[in-house]
């Protein structure tokens, strides 16, 4: 048996030698290999790493090991952590522990927080993760700005921006003015402007100071249609606490822009007792009157005080597209109608007339002008600066006096006539694919249909069939299931009935029933799915445009009386009353219109 003899003495290398040669002849051919192939340095980064430090952190501290902070809460308890972790994560604790006298503290007392609030934070400290309440979110908000945690006061921000609504914005807003906190409110200011109508239905406003309520009403973007609700709103502040309040009423009437009210609302106004005790509320009514003496007078004429400026409602605006026909000329005019300050503009017109065609508005931007005289579409974006109507794909079917009504991002058109024959078909297009396809037919025939959409459902109301007999039926579509079902009938025959939506309500609005036109209106209410009759409208109205806009029904236009032309009757169902509003000025027979977002050339 041969022993292994030793390299030294003589001459013969170990295994260890050996493998050490190889190893290192090795690498060299893998750094020429390398560098044949130009390999280039790469970075890497292990995503977890920062995730696995915090919670074996966070497992020590759990285990009290290596702890080296403690503190005392307000109810004494004690919440332990490492002073390296704290400060890192926050201003607080680094100015804390800067100090000489509490970085060798054994414990230190925080008296502004309770234990349940500081561990939670401390937790967010080694974990980035933290659940809000309804009952924390407020100490949190607070807490978290004395440590300077920016995220959970970011988040606490976030969490409250949520939760606004009518009945909690006014105290969110009080909170964060007191505590000093912008954003939240500036959020809260801006939720109560764009939801005036309805916080001041409920009595959580009567508790703003006079200062508060003052800014409030001042605001150009104040969210209201009518400036009667502006003074009425103040009208129930004062008498909330009337011997305490009642003798700032001029500094809140200073705000009210009496000049915009409606002249038979200014009638009611001039007979307010606390207006006509008071020498400086009865000169802002003088105010106003002489300034409806003068536009009865000049029309155009609008003096440049706030007083008689209109408000603006912010971005959120919604101004109604009417459309025109003219006697002469077969092009379609169109015009930007502003109901509250009654400004009508010029807006991009349709080269032929579609007097007959069915109207629809997709995301309050995209209106679509459906047939009318043949299987055409054209659209119109509303949001453009220089908008323009432009062709679409056209239908499947040559539909004539047809119904039109929107579901989500899909165009209907319902019935209508085909040459001499009545249709019961419906088509669809869906602007994502940008076709026309066939859906389930109603249940009979129906021309110069309304159409309305209620419940996530598109409701076929009356018309009449191809042999002429006039229909009080009413059906609706499923899209889910593709599939018609009918409903209770109206209680008279409608065709050309305009159709609106209000308030989870459906309203069939005038038409005609086989032996005369129509100015009756009827309400279906889901719910108990029964009609019931509302007042009549002041004129007969065939095929007219309805829309619904701030908490009203406008219905305008039509086809039947050529007095119509320039009218829009108002419904308000509150009161269940009309109103009719005569416009300043014409451009051809107006027969229907639709709400879309204030356009960005509309005049302010």
Same mark, same amino acid.
């Given at each position: 048996?041969?022993?292994?003899?030793?390299?030294?003495?003589?001459?013969?290398?170990?295994?260890?030698?050996?493998?050490?040669?190889?190893?290192?002849?090795?690498?060299?051919?893998?750094?020429?290999?390398?560098?044949?192939?130009?390999?280039?340095?790469?970075?890497?980064?292990?995503?977890?790493?920062?995730?696995?430090?915090?919670?074996?952190?966070?497992?020590?501290?759990?285990?009290?090991?290596?702890?080296?902070?403690?503190?005392?809460?307000?109810?004494?308890?004690?919440?332990?952590?490492?002073?390296?972790?704290?400060?890192?994560?926050?201003?607080? &604790?680094?100015?804390?522990?800067?100090?000489?006298?509490?970085? +060798?503290?054994?414990?230190?007392?925080?008296?502004?927080?309770?234990?349940?609030?500081?561990?939670?934070?401390?937790?967010?400290?080694?974990?980035?993760?933290?659940?809000?309440?309804?009952? +924390?979110?407020?100490?949190?908000?607070?807490?978290?700005?004395?440590?300077?945690?920016? &995220?959970?006061?970011?988040?606490?921000?976030?969490?409250?921006?949520?939760?606004?609504?009518?009945?909690?914005?006014?105290?969110?807003?009080?909170?964060?003015?007191?505590?000093?906190?912008?954003?939240?409110?500036?959020?809260?200011?801006?939720?109560?402007?764009?939801?005036?109508?309805?916080?001041?239905? @409920?009595?959580?406003?009567?508790?703003?100071?006079?200062?508060?309520?003052?800014?409030?009403?001042?605001?150009?973007?104040?969210?209201?249609?009518?400036?009667?609700?502006?003074?009425?709103?103040?009208?129930?502040?004062?008498?909330?606490?009337?011997?305490?309040?009642?003798?700032?009423?001029?500094?809140?009437?200073?705000?009210?822009?009496?000049?915009?009210?409606?002249?038979?609302?200014?009638?009611?106004?001039?007979?307010?007792?606390?207006? $006509?005790?008071?020498?400086?509320?009865?000169?802002?009514?003088?105010?106003?009157?002489?300034?409806?003496?003068?536009?009865?007078?000049?029309?155009?004429?609008?003096?440049?005080?706030?007083?008689?400026?209109?408000?603006?409602?912010?971005?959120?605006?919604?101004?109604?597209?009417?459309?025109?026909?003219?006697?002469?000329?077969?092009?379609?005019?169109?015009?930007?109608?502003?109901?509250?300050?009654?400004?009508?503009? +010029?807006?991009?017109?349709?080269?032929?007339?579609?007097?007959?065609?069915?109207?629809?508005?997709?995301?309050?931007?995209?209106?679509?002008?459906?047939?009318?005289?043949?299987?055409?579409? &054209?659209?119109?974006?509303?949001?453009?600066?220089?908008?323009?109507?432009?062709?679409?794909?056209?239908?499947?079917?040559?539909?004539?006096?047809? @119904?039109?009504?929107?579901?989500?991002?899909?165009?209907?058109?319902?019935?209508?006539?085909?040459?001499?024959?009545?249709?019961?078909?419906?088509?669809?297009?869906?602007?994502?694919?940008?076709?026309?396809?066939?859906?389930?037919?109603?249940?009979?025939?129906?021309?110069?249909?309304?159409? @309305?959409?209620?419940?996530?459902?598109?409701?076929?109301?009356?018309?009449?069939?191809?042999?002429?007999?006039?229909?009080?039926?009413?059906?609706?579509?499923?899209?889910?299931?593709?599939?018609?079902?009918?409903?209770?009938?109206?209680?008279?025959?409608?065709?050309?009935?305009?159709?609106?939506?209000?308030?989870?309500?459906?309203?069939?609005?005038?038409?005609?029933?086989?032996?005369?036109?129509?100015?009756?209106?009827?309400?279906?209410?889901?719910?108990?799915?029964?009609?019931?009759?509302?007042?009549?409208?002041?004129?007969?109205?065939?095929?007219?445009?309805?829309?619904?806009?701030?908490?009203?029904?406008?219905?305008?236009?039509?086809?039947?009386?050529?007095?119509?032309?320039?009218?829009?009757?108002?419904?308000?169902?509150?009161? $269940?009353?009309?109103?009719?509003?005569?416009?300043?000025?014409?451009?051809?027979?107006?027969?229907?219109?639709?709400?879309?977002?204030?356009?960005?050339?509309?005049? +302010?």
């Amino acid at each position: 048996m041969c022993p292994v003899l030793s390299a030294k003495n003589h001459g013969v290398m170990s295994v260890k030698e050996m493998d050490t040669i190889q190893a290192s002849s090795c690498e060299n051919n893998l750094k020429e290999v390398l560098k044949s192939n130009e390999c280039e340095p790469a970075h890497f980064k292990n995503n977890s790493h920062s995730v696995r430090i915090l919670e074996d952190l966070q497992s020590l501290r759990k285990n009290e090991v290596l702890c080296d902070a403690r503190f005392e809460a307000d109810d004494g308890k004690i919440v332990i952590g490492h002073k390296n972790v704290l400060i890192a994560a926050s201003p607080y &604790f680094r100015a804390m522990f800067s100090s000489f006298d509490e970085s +060798n503290k054994d414990i230190i007392r925080i008296r502004e927080l309770n234990s349940t609030t500081l561990q939670l934070l401390v937790d967010y400290i080694y974990t980035g993760e933290i659940m809000f309440t309804q009952e +924390n979110v407020q100490v949190l908000l607070l807490a978290s700005n004395v440590l300077q945690l920016d &995220f959970v006061n970011r988040a606490c921000v976030e969490f409250l921006q949520k939760q606004l609504d009518v009945s909690n914005c006014i105290y969110i807003k009080k909170f964060a003015d007191l505590h000093n906190c912008t954003e939240l409110m500036s959020s809260s200011e801006a939720y109560i402007k764009q939801n005036f109508l309805e916080v001041i239905k @409920g009595d959580e406003y009567l508790s703003l100071s006079c200062e508060d309520l003052g800014k409030l009403i001042s605001c150009n973007d104040l969210a209201v249609p009518f400036e009667e609700k502006v003074f009425d709103c103040v009208i129930k502040w004062v008498r909330h606490d009337l011997d305490q309040r009642k003798n700032v009423l001029p500094q809140l009437m200073e705000h009210v822009r009496l000049p915009l009210l409606r002249p038979d609302i200014l009638d009611n106004v001039v007979e307010e007792p606390l207006l $006509n005790n008071c020498s400086k509320c009865r000169d802002y009514v003088f105010e106003a009157m002489r300034f409806h003496l003068k536009k009865s007078v000049q029309q155009f004429i609008m003096p440049k005080t706030i007083s008689c400026t209109p408000r603006q409602f912010g971005g959120s605006q919604k101004v109604i597209l009417m459309f025109n026909e003219s006697d002469t000329f077969p092009k379609c005019y169109t015009e930007w109608y502003d109901p509250v300050t009654n400004i009508r503009e +010029n807006a991009p017109g349709i080269n032929d007339c579609r007097r007959l065609a069915g109207l629809g508005v997709i995301r309050d931007k995209f209106v679509f002008a459906v047939s009318g005289i043949s299987k055409s579409v &054209f659209m119109l974006d509303v949001s453009l600066k220089s908008p323009s109507w432009v062709p679409m794909a056209n239908m499947l079917v040559n539909r004539n006096r047809l @119904g039109v009504g929107v579901l989500g991002d899909s165009i209907y058109a319902v019935g209508g006539l085909d040459d001499n024959s009545g249709l019961d078909s419906v088509e669809v297009f869906d602007v994502s694919i940008q076709k026309w396809q066939m859906v389930s037919s109603m249940s009979i025939k129906r021309i110069t249909v309304g159409v @309305g959409v209620l419940n996530n459902h598109l409701y076929a109301v009356g018309g009449y069939n191809s042999s002429e007999k006039n229909l009080k039926s009413v059906e609706y579509y499923d899209p889910t299931l593709d599939a018609w079902t009918a409903v209770t009938d109206m209680f008279v025959c409608r065709q050309g009935a305009g159709v609106g939506v209000l308030d989870g309500l459906m309203y069939a609005i005038g038409g005609y029933n086989g032996h005369e036109w129509l100015k009756s209106v009827e309400v279906y209410r889901p719910s108990d799915g029964v009609w019931t009759a509302v007042a009549d409208m002041e004129i007969c109205r065939f095929r007219p445009g309805v829309v619904a806009l701030n908490g009203l029904l406008y219905v305008i236009g039509g086809e039947y009386d050529k007095s119509m032309k320039d009218t829009v009757e108002i419904y308000n169902p509150n009161s $269940n009353t009309w109103t009719m509003e005569r416009l300043s000025r014409n451009v051809g027979r107006i027969y229907s219109g639709v709400v879309v977002d204030r356009p960005p050339n509309f005049i +302010n």
